[in-house]
Structure formats: structure tokens, C-alpha cells
């Protein structure tokens, strides 16, 4: 597959062939605490342009009200069903398995949306023996304790699942390092497990799965109003090589790898064919 190269998403939507966009937040339309110098520009291109867009965040941490409203503080107005965040399909998972609760919640610092969602919750190891469910957040969080909890307790039960609203291994910091991320965590309770020749349980809601991009697809038919979606003239933008390029691909869109928040062009070389975007840009 060919990568074009080009300065930034609006040279994208200029060549044409793209009917929708679903756009990465941290990283993509912010970076280090502020937002992208081009964000403003690019959201105002998509509007004059009338095509319709979805931000798809891996942000576990806030509810779409509270990040359309740090994102307003940021000059960027982006409205509460705009935003699709990847704890949006943790309702209708919850539903479909029947869950009346206790949920574990571990490594949340404070999960208001977890508390919206009607089903009760527990924290701390003293209730995991009551738990339905693990839920696991990439907060700042003491995690060795946690992760020995866990495992102990999945050892004996390894029906509970554990459910990761954000795949991510890792998150961009506003100083432009990186911390650890509920994914890895997650992944490490799996390996560990295996090496016991336990299989675990886990259920990822966020990108690069599908939970979170198919109501972002569902959000899309609503705001286009007169129709459906083709999949591959939707734009999947992002920072992360991992989560929005591996996930649009999966999904069959169309991708572009913006740099300078996870990605840097060198590590690009590192990738297999298979992994590669279709654009990759440096700015919005
Ligand atoms: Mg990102």
C-alpha cells in the first residue's frame, strides 16, 4: 500500500472521496494541554463543507458533556453528540449481559460516567468477591496491588470479565511524555494469566475495537440525515498507529496518521504494510 504524504487533513478533504470523518481528540485535535494550532480551521472546513464528523475518543476518564466542555475551554466547539467516548457502548454491553451489579471499578479517579450508567458499584480488592464485573480505568492509580488482587481472584474465577472502556497501552501527557494506559494493564493481567494456563475474560469497548466505532457509524447516519455511511469514504484520523489507524483500517475507512503527539515519522519505518495509513500528515 502507497502512504501519501501530505501537510495536513484539509489537503485530504480537498482531493475529495471523503463523504464523513471520525477525528482522534488527545493528540489529534489537542496536543501538550492545548489545542492544535489547525483544529479550530479544520473543524470550520468540515462544517463549511457540510461533512458530518464524530470525535472518537479513548478518554475513559470524563463523560461527553464534560469533554465537549474541556474542549470549549480549549476555543474548539464541539457539541456532547459529537463526541463518542469509548465507555459510550459500556451501557448497552452491560444490558446485553444481563449485569445488575456490583461492578469493581479499579484505576478511575473519578468516574462520574460509571456513576450515571444505574448500576451499582464497588471499590476497593475487599469487594471483588461480590463483583459481576472489572471494570478498569488509566487513572493515576497504586496498580501492583490491584493487578495481585485481580489476579488471585481471576485464578479461581475466571468467568468475571474484565472490561477496559480504553484499550490504550499508553497516553500522551501534557509534557510530552507518555503514561501507562488500562490497555497495558489489562494485557498484563491477560499474560500473566496465560502463563497459569488461565485464559482471561477481557472485553475492550474503545479503538482500535468495534463497540466504540459502531455507534460512532450509528451517530454518523444520524447527522447525515439523508442516508448511510460508505464505509470507505469515511476519514479516520489520529495519533496513534495502534488505536485509530489499526481500528479504521479494521473498520474499512479510509486513515491518516497526523504526527507529533505519539507518532513520530521515523517510527513509521518500524510498520508493516498491513499497519501502514493511507495519509499521513503533520497537521489538521
Ligand atoms: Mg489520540
Given at each position: 500500500?502507497t502512504v501519501a504524504r501530505?501537510?495536513s487533513?484539509?489537503?485530504?478533504?480537498r482531493?475529495?472521496g471523503?463523504?464523513?470523518v471520525?477525528?482522534d481528540?488527545?493528540?489529534?485535535?489537542?496536543?501538550?494541554?492545548k489545542?492544535?494550532?489547525?483544529a479550530?480551521?479544520f473543524l470550520?472546513?468540515l462544517r463549511?463543507?457540510?461533512?458530518?464528523?464524530?470525535?472518537?475518543?479513548?478518554?475513559?476518564s470524563?463523560t461527553?458533556?464534560?469533554?465537549?466542555?474541556?474542549?470549549?475551554?480549549l476555543?474548539l466547539t464541539?457539541?456532547?453528540?459529537?463526541?463518542?467516548?469509548?465507555?459510550s457502548p459500556?451501557?448497552?454491553w452491560i444490558?446485553?449481559?444481563g449485569l445488575?451489579g456490583?461492578?469493581m471499578?479499579?484505576?478511575?479517579g473519578?468516574?462520574?460516567?460509571?456513576?450515571?450508567i444505574?448500576?451499582?458499584?464497588?471499590?476497593g480488592l475487599?469487594n471483588?468477591?461480590r463483583a459481576?464485573?472489572?471494570v478498569l480505568?488509566?487513572g493515576?492509580?497504586p496498580?501492583?496491588a490491584s493487578i495481585?488482587g485481580?489476579v488471585n481472584h481471576?485464578?479461581?474465577n475466571p468467568?468475571?470479565?474484565?472490561v477496559?472502556p480504553?484499550p490504550?497501552?499508553?497516553c500522551?501527557?501534557?509534557?510530552?511524555g507518555?503514561s501507562?494506559?488500562a490497555?497495558a494493564?489489562?494485557?498484563w493481567?491477560a499474560?500473566?494469566l496465560a502463563?497459569?494456563?488461565i485464559?482471561?475474560?477481557i472485553?475492550?469497548l474503545g479503538?482500535?475495537?468495534?463497540p466504540?466505532?459502531?455507534?460512532?457509524l450509528d451517530?454518523?447516519?444520524?447527522?447525515?440525515?439523508?442516508?448511510g455511511?460508505?464505509?470507505s469514504r469515511?476519514?479516520?484520523?489520529?495519533?496513534?498507529?495502534?488505536?485509530d489507524?489499526?481500528?479504521g483500517?479494521?473498520?474499512?475507512f479510509q486513515?491518516a496518521?497526523?504526527?507529533?503527539a505519539?507518532?513520530?515519522?521515523d517510527?513509521?519505518?518500524c510498520l508493516?504494510?498491513s499497519?501502514l495509513?493511507?495519509f499521513?500528515?503533520d497537521?489538521?
Amino acid at each position: 500500500m502507497t502512504v501519501a504524504r501530505l501537510k495536513s487533513a484539509s489537503d485530504v478533504l480537498r482531493n475529495g472521496g471523503v463523504d464523513a470523518v471520525m477525528l482522534d481528540i488527545d493528540g489529534t485535535l489537542t496536543l501538550r494541554g492545548k489545542r492544535r494550532e489547525t483544529a479550530a480551521g479544520f473543524l470550520a472546513l468540515l462544517r463549511s463543507k457540510r461533512i458530518p464528523f464524530v470525535c472518537v475518543s479513548n478518554d475513559s476518564s470524563q463523560t461527553a458533556v464534560e469533554k465537549a466542555a474541556s474542549l470549549r475551554r480549549l476555543g474548539l466547539t464541539i457539541e456532547p453528540d459529537e463526541i463518542v467516548l469509548c465507555h459510550s457502548p459500556f451501557q448497552g454491553w452491560i444490558t446485553a449481559e444481563g449485569l445488575r451489579g456490583p461492578l469493581m471499578a479499579v484505576g478511575f479517579g473519578d468516574p462520574r460516567w460509571l456513576e450515571q450508567i444505574g448500576v451499582p458499584l464497588a471499590f476497593g480488592l475487599e469487594n471483588i468477591a461480590r463483583a459481576q464485573a472489572i471494570v478498569l480505568g488509566g487513572g493515576d492509580h497504586p496498580w501492583q496491588a490491584s493487578i495481585e488482587g485481580i489476579v488471585n481472584h481471576l485464578r479461581e474465577n475466571p468467568h468475571v470479565p474484565i472490561v477496559v472502556p480504553n484499550p490504550d497501552s499508553c497516553c500522551p501527557r501534557d509534557d510530552g511524555g507518555l503514561s501507562i494506559d488500562a490497555g497495558a494493564v489489562a494485557r498484563w493481567i491477560a499474560s500473566l494469566l496465560a502463563e497459569l494456563g488461565i485464559q482471561a475474560r477481557i472485553v475492550f469497548l474503545g479503538k482500535p475495537f468495534s463497540p466504540i466505532y459502531e455507534m460512532a457509524l450509528d451517530r454518523l447516519k444520524r447527522l447525515r440525515r439523508h442516508g448511510g455511511v460508505r464505509k470507505s469514504r469515511v476519514l479516520a484520523i489520529g495519533d496513534s498507529v495502534q488505536s485509530d489507524i489499526a481500528g479504521g483500517r479494521a473498520m474499512g475507512f479510509q486513515t491518516a496518521l497526523i504526527l507529533g503527539a505519539i507518532t513520530r515519522e521515523d517510527s513509521l519505518r518500524c510498520l508493516a504494510p498491513s499497519q501502514l495509513p493511507n495519509f499521513v500528515v503533520d497537521e489538521l
